[in-house]
């Protein structure tokens, strides 16, 4: 919303914040298996307290739904993707096809930006398609160092992942350079001119992957994968808000 100069507004907030925190949740259960091997502590923490946290993930998703519906927003209809999401990531089982988990986990998540366009009707500008492909690819290259932490589990469940494959160091390699190449793209957009120069402010996002690639190691705790790893959207926002109050 800051990047293209458009207002922040609550119900775009409340309607990603419930989206996400329904699927996430509804992961948790369906991966109770793997989490038991990979991280156990959190699939002791999903038996404990699941349900709980499955009913108001559930009943926040349905409520902004609901909101929609009466607020008569358009393209309320659209908010029934995380539900299709959620089923065939977790039941049909895409996280199983070699490097179509991370593609798909990229896409949803570029999925954010472009509802930003469709709410605010900017969907077809540079901006909003410059921000899809990026959030698209940097969270497909996330996905795959993820997977660094759950190898063992994987191998178990019979997941193919592109850490199984080429083990954690190759892994590491090609992230970074993928890393690079996505920075790379983002310089060309913002020097041809297609998009203005504070999408420089990207680069943050960048750094911030390019320090922690080094680190992802299949030894590393939650605490890294859940907090440092996951963090980096959330490290861009930070740097974003904080550049629009101080200095744009």
Known sequence: MLLTDRPLEAFP???VFAATMFVYTVNRFTDLAEDERNVPGRASFTRRYGLGWLAAGVGIYVLVVAVAVAL???GAIYL???LVAAVLYSVVGIKRVLLVKN???GAAWACIPLGVGYYYEIL???EILVLVGYIGSMITVAAVVFDIKDVEGDRREGI???PILLGPRRTRIGAQVANVLVAGGVFAVVAAGVVPTTFLVLFAMNGYVAAYIPFAHPDHGPLFYGF???GEHVFLAAVVVALEWLVW
């Open 13 to 15: 907030l409340a309607v």
């Open 72 to 74: 008569g927003q358009p």
């Open 124 to 126: 077809l500008t540079p």
């Open 228 to 230: 440092v790893v996951d």
């Open 160 to 162: 193919s992942t592109v």
């Open 103 to 105: 593609l798909f986990v």
């Open 80 to 82: 029934l993707a995380p």
